[in-house]
T-cell receptor
Framework: AQSVAQPEDQVNVAEGNPLTVKCTYSVSGNPYLFWYVQYPNRGLQFLLKYITGDNLVKGSYGFEAEFNKSQTSFHLKKPSALVSDSALYFCAVRDPDRDDKIIFGKGTRLHILP | NAGVTQTPKFQVLKTGQSMTLQCAQDMNHEYMSWYRQDPGMGLRLIHYSVGAGITDQGEVPNGYNVSRSTTEDFPLRLLSAAPSQTSVYFC?????????????FGQGTRLTVV
């Protein structure tokens, strides 16, 4: 079965610095990968998704993600963090060749320090 | 566009009571699912449906029932509420199986079982 891991419960970054939120995955076939963001007391909002062949994917709010097949990773990045980026971030994976469920990681809380 | 609508937003139940969490989407999405979110556990899949009349179990199905009589609606039933079911519940929908499409989430139902 597919799985996804977010190794950091929390990431602290100073405003203006680059940020990275890590994600690794395991699927039997070609992965469908996603990043979502959750602000307090809100539902999840879609940020970006992996598109086959694009190792660097651009998404909403200036975020991008780097896909690395050999390391089975899909790390979320942003060149310059904003305080408003502080939120809970989820990586998710779907294996369309199996049962097609979307499985989420446990989430990483991102704190941007002013 | 309404998107994915969940009702109620908040609910308090006594142990042993039953209730139904409602979920409706107006995007003609084939695929719908229910997740629960608990601190440190991320989102865990309860049940999902790939179309009207078809449902299947996710990671944590015990204590919950679902049905999918129409494309639009996917209610989640708690048969006999237990304190362990205190959680935030999210409904999600997306376009059909096999397509690289992102899920859209409702705003959540915060359930407390006392």
């Amino acid at each position: 079965a597919q799985s996804v891991a977010q190794p950091e419960d929390q990431v602290n970054v100073a405003e203006g610095n680059p940020l990275t939120v890590k994600c690794t995955y395991s699927v039997s076939g070609n992965p469908y990968l996603f990043w979502y963001v959750q602000y307090p007391n809100r539902g999840l909002q879609f940020l970006l998704k992996y598109i086959t062949g694009d190792n660097l994917v651009k998404g909403s709010y200036g975020f991008e993600a780097e896909f690395n097949k050999s390391q089975t990773s899909f790390h979320l990045k942003k060149p310059s963090a904003l305080v408003s980026d502080s939120a809970l971030y989820f990586c998710a994976v779907r294996d369309p060749d199996r049962d097609d469920k979307i499985i989420f990681g446990k989430g990483t809380r991102l704190h941007i320090l002013p | 566009n309404a998107g994915v609508t969940q009702t109620p937003k908040f609910q308090v139940l006594k142990t042993g009571q039953s209730m139904t969490l409602q979920c409706a989407q107006d995007m003609n999405h084939e695929y719908m699912s229910w997740y629960r979110q608990d601190p440190g556990m991320g989102l865990r899949l309860i049940h999902y449906s790939v179309g009207a009349g078809i449902t299947d179990q996710g990671e944590v199905p015990n204590g919950y029932n679902v049905s999918r009589s129409t494309t639009e609606d996917f209610p989640l039933r708690l048969l006999s509420a237990a304190p362990s079911q205190t959680s935030v519940y999210f409904c999600a929908s997306r376009l059909k199986r096999g397509w690289n499409t992102e899920a859209f989430f409702g705003q959540g139902t915060r359930l407390t079982v006392v």
